[in-house]
């Protein structure tokens, strides 16, 4: 059964990077059927996507956190991170990892973790 | 970047009714490229619909999607004391942006 685990710290200083795991089990990240990705939620933003990424390694981000997003896979551990740079108060968000189809466009996903809050704070 | 906007804000309605929740979009979605998902107090969305009107594996018939173009329709026929919950419409592909979604509580 396929499960996604979201870790990392709960709590980042402002202008610090932001940097999260999500561990993958019962399906590998190295396969051509799915990509992999990332969507946080707040209560001002909503749902927000945050990007994906194939097994090629090949990724894709929302153009309004391009500039500060990365994220990147580990197939030596069935794992796929997420850092974000220079954060606010604004990336204070529940943030999830996901599954998607890869037979299809970005940004659909069929398969969520439960979420990790991360809080941006002195 | 397409907006999508979602109507009625809440829905109150009792075991059993008919629901009808609808997604507009400021642009037209291409493809058709436009999903549904369900969330639950402390749970991640599930996602129930996708290209507009296809069944996610698992989904109960009760749900379905309509819709072309910049409005898109989700419909359930009966509900189920578990389909209570937010609502979210995704337009995904090109533009990937989330509505702000439906609440369907009970009446």
């Known amino acids: 059964q396929l499960q996604l685990q979201e870790s990392g710290p709960g709590l980042v200083r402002p202008s610090e990077t932001l940097s999260l795991t999500c561990t993958v089990s019962?399906?590998?990240?190295?396969?051509?059927?799915?990509?992999w990705g990332w969507v946080r939620q707040s209560p001002g933003m909503g749902l927000q996507w945050i990007g994906n990424?194939?097994?090629?390694?090949?990724?894709y981000y929302n153009p309004s956190l391009r500039s500060r997003v990365t994220i990147s896979t580990d197939t030596s551990t069935n794992q796929f991170s997420l850092r974000v740079k220079s954060v606010t108060a604004a990336d204070t968000a529940l943030y999830y990892c996901?599954?998607?189809?890869?037979?299809?466009?970005?940004?659909?996903?069929?398969?969520w973790g439960q979420g990790i809050l991360v809080t941006v704070s002195s | 970047e397409s907006v999508l906007t979602q109507s009625p804000g809440t829905l109150s309605l009792s075991l059993g009714e008919g629901a009808t929740l609808s997604c507009r979009a400021s642009q037209t979605v291409s493809n058709n490229y436009l999903a549904w998902y369900q969330q639950k107090p402390g749970q991640a969305p599930r996602l129930l619909i996708y290209?507009?009107?296809s069944r996610a594996s698992g989904v109960p018939d009760r749900f379905s999607g309509s819709g072309s173009g910049t409005d898109f329709t989700l419909t359930i026929s009966r509900l189920e004391p578990e389909d209570f919950a937010v609502y979210y419409c995704q337009q995904y592909g090109g533009s990937v942006t989330f509505g702000p979604g439906t609440t369907v509580d009970s009446k």
């Open positions: 996901a599954r998607g189809p890869s037979r299809g466009p970005d940004g659909l996903f069929d398969y």
């Open positions: 290209g507009a009107s």
């Open positions: 019962g399906d590998s990240i190295n396969t051509r059927a799915y990509y």
């Open positions: 990424i194939y097994y090629t390694g090949i990724a």
